[in-house]
């Protein structure tokens, strides 16, 4: 509690002794001899409701570029997000970027709302194959078209699992259709039947309960011919095979 009193009345100080300063422009230089001790408490054990706009920007600001200086990212992002400083958010997501920390750096691109560095990223990790991170930053902007692109991607490579992923989100009916049918070229049945149900396809759920019941899985039959309405089938099943 002491240091607590200590802390702001260095603060007040500061603030008393540079209003003029603090009125027309942030001068963080002002404020690193609090950040030791801000550094000490922890930035998730602070409290700097005491203090208007203009102080806690600076005080939040000086905390992050020394987080940063330090290499402890995440906690400069904190304070960067509690000083509503989207440059700064802006710089530590070019370095999670630097460091290969994609989820990380998206993340942070978001927290600033800098669509065209997503748009950016989401397309160099296309290119690259990344595929995971390029989803994640092109849900991130709500760019359904570069979504289809990349789910079409994953289908032309079998990669049902991401496919499933993007047109289950944007929920695009006519993509999860060529996706479900994709599925069952390869038989991947449990892909082909969660594609279909959301597109609420029911009559290609038959069709993959009849080829689910003609190689012999029982179960999967049983749960697209229900998804489907189809009780015929379903009945069918439950009298004459037992899983």
């Known amino acids: 509690m002491e240091n607590e009193k200590i802390m702001k009345k260095m603060v007040m100080d500061i603030a008393e002794d540079n209003k003029a300063v603090l009125s027309q422009k942030h001068d963080l230089g002002k404020f690193t001899k609090l950040v030791p001790a801000l550094m000490g408490k922890g930035i998730n054990n602070l409290n700097l409701s005491m203090f208007g706009p203009e102080l806690k920007f600076e005080l939040l600001t000086a905390l992050g570029d020394e987080y940063a200086r330090k290499g402890n990212l995440n906690d400069a992002v904190k304070c960067f997000v509690l000083a509503a400083n989207k440059q700064k958010l802006n710089r530590v997501a070019e370095d999670y970027e630097r460091l290969y920390q994609l989820d990380n750096c998206i993340d942070t691109y978001k927290l600033s709302g800098n669509k065209e560095k997503l748009l950016d990223l989401g397309k160099k990790c296309l290119a690259d194959s ?15 078209s570069k979504l289809i692109e990349v789910g079409q991607h994953c289908v032309s490579r079998s990669r049902f699992d991401y496919a499933f992923e993007i047109f289950s989100t944007i929920k695009d009916k006519s993509q999860l ?3 479900g049918n994709k599925c069952l070229e390869q038989k991947e049945f449990g892909y082909a039947i969660k594609a279909f149900q959301i597109a609420e396809a029911k009559d290609m759920l038959s069709v993959t309960g009849d080829l689910c019941l003609k190689d012999e899985h029982v179960s999967k039959a049983l749960e697209a011919y229900g998804l489907a309405g189809n009780d015929v089938m379903v009945e069918f099943i439950k009298e004459n095979f037992h899983d």
């Open 130 to 144: 990344r595929l995971e991170h390029a989803i994640k930053a092109f849900l991130a902007i709500g760019d359904n």
């Open 177 to 179: 259709i060529e996706l």
